[in-house]
Structures are given as C-alpha cells and as structure tokens.
T-cell receptor
Framework: GAVVSQHPSWVICKSGTSVKIECRSL??????MFWYRQFPKQSLMLMAT?????????EQGVEKDKFLINHASLTLSTLTVTSAHPEDSSFYIC????????????FGPGTRLTVL | AQKVTQAQTEISVVEKEDVTLDCVYE???????LFWYKQPPSGELVFLIR??????QNEISGRYSWNFQKSTSSFNFTITASQVVDSAVYFC???????????FGKGTRLHILP
C-alpha cells in the first residue's frame, strides 16, 4: 500500500525556536496533503489543507503565521511551527491524498513535538 | 456541518468478549465516506475500513464487522472474540467528497483485559 513518511518522528526544542516537520508521499504523487494536530488523549483536529503550488487553507482558529505550510513538490509538504511555545507541544500527523490511483488518504506515522 | 459522535469514551471488556463501538454522524451531503481507524499506543493511525455512503452493505473482515445504517446515521464497529492486542483508541471519521477533509470523532479508548 501507499506509504507516507514524516520526519522527524519526535523533536524537543526550546521555547521561541522554530521547528520544521516534513511529510512525504513515498510512492505516489499528492497534490493535496492535510495536517492534523492531536493533543494527549484527544482526537485529531484538522489544522490545514496543503495544496501543491498554492497557499494552504487553514481551519478556523489556526494561526497561519505561526504554522507555516509549504507544499513545493508533489511528494513533500512541510509544516513549520514558528516561535514554538509549550502549548504547541502535540502530536502532529499528516496525510496525503492519492487522488490519481485510489482516491484515498494515507496517514503518516506522526511527529511528537515537545517544547520546553 | 459535519460531525462525528462517539458517545463511548472508554470501554473495558474481558478478553474473548464481543464489543461494539458506536458511531453516529451528521452531514448535509448525500455523498460521503465513513471510516474507522485504530490508534495503538505507538500513535500511528491504522486504517480499518472506508465505506461509501451509497453502500449500506455490512462488512466482515475476520473478527471485525461493521454495521452501516443510513436511517439512523450510524456506523458501528464490532470486534468479536476480543484480544488484548485490540486494546487501542478507535476513531470513527467522516469525509464529504467535496473537499476530502476527514473529520474525526473523539475516539473510544478500548481496554481488553486478560
């Protein structure tokens, strides 16, 4: 089946620094990717829809200047958490839509961010 | 607006018992997909099933079965002869085909006791 990878799998950073998380579709092209955030013992909440070659669409309440999304190629989307604070500590999960072959979203393994 | 409700926050059953996880959804669209995902302690989402809104046939896959009823907007998931390895958080989810966004329910934490 289709594979989506995320890097890093976990990261610890100091408050005020920026962290970049990569999401890659390894064996298919994805014009659309999605970014989710999951706080401990809570559900996945959609943050934004990432479209290749255009600006991301953010869900209500998600700060676009804080969570920068870049989808520069058909297999890579990046989420940069700028000026991270402890409240940004969370599990970030991406998914990639294989619209061409299976019309199915495939989820990455997630990235656990801890901001000290 | 679309919404997924999983009323059962946490369930504990003894191994080998059957258990049903409930899911009720809301959507204004006539075309949509319903999903179930499993999230073990590792955190990685495991895809279990996707059901098209036009396909109301129940499905069985090994010890897993799903009951889709449009009349009650429900998509329930049953595990037969549960095993300790089934312990996880299970999410029911909905996607309207117009934008492919997947909206998740709050999840049901399932504990299978040995």
């Amino acid at each position: 089946g289709a594979v989506v990878s995320q890097h890093p799998s976990w990261v610890i950073c100091k408050s005020g620094t920026s962290v970049k998380i990569e999401c890659r579709s390894l064996d298919f092209q994805a014009t659309t990717m999605f970014w989710y955030r999951q706080f401990p013992k809570q559900s996945l909440m959609l943050m934004a829809t990432s479209n290749e070659g255009s600006k991301a669409t953010y869900e209500q309440g998600v700060e676009k200047d804080k969570f920068l999304i870049n989808h520069a190629s058909l297999t890579l989307s990046t989420l940069t958490v700028t000026s991270a604070h402890p409240e940004d500590s969370s599990f970030y999960i991406c998914s990639a839509l294989d619209w061409m072959m299976t019309d199915t979203q495939y989820f990455g393994p997630g990235t656990r961010l801890t901001v000290l | 607006a679309q919404k997924v409700t999983q009323a059962q926050t946490e369930i504990s059953v003894v191994e080998k018992e059957d258990v049903t996880l409930d899911c009720v959804y809301e959507t204004r669209d006539t075309t949509y997909y319903l999903f179930w995902y499993k999230q073990p302690p590792s955190g990685e989402l495991v895809f279990l099933i996707r059901r098209n809104s036009f396909d109301e046939q129940n499905e069985i896959s090994g010890r897993y079965s799903w009951n889709f009823q449009k009349s009650t907007s429900s998509f329930n998931f049953t595990i037969t002869a549960s095993q300790v390895v089934d312990s996880a958080v299970y999410f029911c989810a909905l996607s309207e085909t117009r934008d492919d966004k997947i909206i998740f329910g709050k999840g049901t934490r399932l504990h299978i006791l040995p």
